[in-house]
């Protein structure tokens, strides 16, 4: 996070969920879930410019974001996280917000997400009101469920439906702790995230060794055994619903992932590489076809 005078910028990283079990659904409508969330390089930058003289919040996205893709102003999750923080702690400033997006656009890499948590993060900052990390991460909820773990930052362990995130490994990180490279991949199709826990139809999954065998691939950074350990329930349906998906799983692996998953509720899907030089190998062997990027973990802690 840079600060010069009225105006902030920083970094906004999308997520992963290397583990995604639902446990059944909920009296709320939502689902319940227990899912291990990791930022990843992939940013978008966001510039916070405080209005001191009126209170209106504005949006600009770039470069060549297709403006019908992020909604009507008044409801994008980055002007909502920033309206939520003048109204909770009667801020008489308003805010500039450009996005200079990166992250694809509904592609359950938590883009919308990132962008509010940083909106949270840098107003926090640029208003100077130092409300500790617990306190934006409630305020986070309200927005949607991914924002949480997002101002939380790190490898976290999510549960509820969203809401409850922890770090998976307390404030201090595991000595070896490396993280891993992943290359990203996006069809380019949009899977609305309602409709796809509506058809979520699986089991319960409650069952204790996807959540150690994945926590324990972190902490040694053995890339093969998270590649083993790998797990999102909502997989099945979303490749049944959107072959496009399935085939974009099907291209990371026969271009030499150790594993793909998809991610969260998708379209996007993402693909364990040993290090940065084999994701340079299957970035290659993906060709210009499919919008793909090589990014690593962001430090676990
Ligand atoms: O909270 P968020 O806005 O990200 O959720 C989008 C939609 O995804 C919800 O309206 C709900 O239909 C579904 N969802 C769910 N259970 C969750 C999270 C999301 O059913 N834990």
């Known amino acids: 996070m840079v600060r010069a005078g009225s105006v902030i910028t920083l970094e906004a990283p999308a997520k992963i969920n290397l583990t995604l079990e639902i446990l059944g659904k909920r009296p709320d409508g939502y689902h319940e879930l227990r899912s291990i969330v990791m930022p990843v390089s992939l940013t978008d930058t ?3 410019t405080s209005t001191y003289a009126q209170t209106a919040l504005t949006l600009t996205v770039g470069p060549g974001v297709d403006a019908t893709k992020i909604g009507a102003v008044d409801r994008n999750l980055a002007v909502r996280a920033a309206r ?3 109204e909770r702690y009667r801020i008489n400033a308003g805010a500039r917000i450009h996005i200079h ?3 694809p656009i509904g592609g359950g890499l938590g883009g919308g997400s990132a962008d509010a948590a940083g909106v949270l993060l840098g107003l926090n900052a640029l208003w100077e009101l130092a409300r500790p990390r617990e306190e934006l991460m409630a305020l986070g909820a309200d927005l ?3 924002v949480p773990a997002l101002v939380h930052g790190g490898a976290v362990l999510m549960e509820g439906r969203g809401e409850r995130v922890s770090g998976l490994f307390g404030d201090r990180p595991p000595a070896g702790c490396e993280g891993f490279w992943l290359v990203l991949a996006n069809p380019g199709v949009m899977c609305p995230t309602p409709d796809v826990f509506r058809k979520w139809r699986g089991g319960l999954t409650a069952s204790p060794s996807i959540l150690h065998n994945m926590t324990s691939s972190i902490r040694i950074s053995d890339v093969s055994a998270a590649a083993d350990a790998l797990y999102n329930g909502l997989q099945p349906g979303v490749f ?3 072959p496009d998906v399935a ?5 990371l692996q026969e271009a030499g992932c150790l594993g793909v998953l998809l991610s969260g509720s998708g379209a996007s899907v993402f693909g364990l590489v040993r290090d ?3 994701g340079q190998e299957v970035s290659r062997r993906l060709g210009s ?4 990027v090589l990014v690593r973990t962001c430090p676990v802690v």
């Open 46 to 48: 966001l510039t916070l």
């Open 84 to 86: 939520l923080m003048q």
């Open 101 to 103: 997006k990166r992250i």
């Open 144 to 146: 949607g469920s991914d």
């Open 240 to 242: 049944e619903s959107y």
């Open 247 to 251: 085939q974009t799983a099907a291209q």
């Open 276 to 278: 940065e030089v084999h």
């Open 289 to 292: 076809g499919l919008w793909h």
